[in-house]
């Protein structure tokens, strides 16, 4: 299949109705049987085949992750819409990602967020990233080399932080860079183990409760040197 013979529009109502569908059937996770309009609005608005490698392009609505180089993925379009979801945005909001991967998730992010910071640990995945991003128009995201465990603390703190990639534990200096009344959305768990997709939130004393746990398998979050 080559990528000009698809109906790249016809393929993301498609994959719209398919997250809906998802959303229904992990009601129980999340309490709701549907995601934010404005989630669904920025899925449908981000054109996700600009994000993936030439040769994935024809299955870049298909929801399921797909490989993008160095060992790393672009997430699911399903998880991406319901990490989303989970973070609450304003249009005020400042958030913070770990793991830019291909600019994907930062881009939905950037459609609702005022500003958005996203951390990569691999400079040839940041430098693509950041190019794909302002070619694309997304003057409200800023792309950075770094340690996602440490965060990126010169711009903290944030209202929401998402990380797209598991940690063993709940990395302190993230949970520090969280604004009181914050949301964070990030996995849990070993590689090749059982994780979960945890919902953090910050009241105003700093006290954290935990919430969500929707089963998941994602690639580990790497620590800097």
Request: aromatic fraction near 6%; include cysteine.
């Amino acid at each position: 299949m080559a990528a000009e013979t698809v109906d790249f529009e016809r393929e993301c109502e498609r994959l719209i109705q398919e997250i809906e569908r998802d959303a229904r059937e992990t009601v129980h996770f999340f309490g709701t049987a549907r995601f934010d309009a404005a989630v669904l609005a920025a899925i449908a608005k981000v054109p996700r085949e600009a994000f993936v490698p030439a040769a994935a392009r024809p299955f870049a609505y298909i929801n399921r992750p797909l490989a993008i180089g160095h060992g790393q993925t672009i997430s699911q379009p399903y998880i991406v819409a319901a990490m989303t979801h989970m973070l609450a945005l304003t249009p005020a909001a400042r958030v913070l990602e770990i793991g830019a991967g291909c600019g994907y998730q930062a881009a939905v992010l950037a459609e609702i967020a005022a500003e958005v910071v996203t951390v990569e640990t691999i400079p040839a995945l940041a430098e693509a990233a950041a190019e794909r991003l302002a070619r694309l128009g997304y003057d409200n995201v800023q792309v950075h080399v770094g340690d996602g465990w440490k965060g990126w603390a010169e711009a903290a703190p944030y209202d929401a932080i998402i990380v797209t990639a598991a940690a063993a534990e709940m990395p302190a200096e993230l949970v520090a860079q969280l604004a009181p009344g914050g949301r964070m959305a990030i996995p849990l768990g070993r590689p090749y183990e059982t994780q979960r997709l945890v919902l953090v939130a910050k009241d105003a004393e700093g006290n954290l409760t935990e919430s969500v746990n929707l089963p998941v398998a994602f690639v580990p979050l790497v620590k800097g040197d």
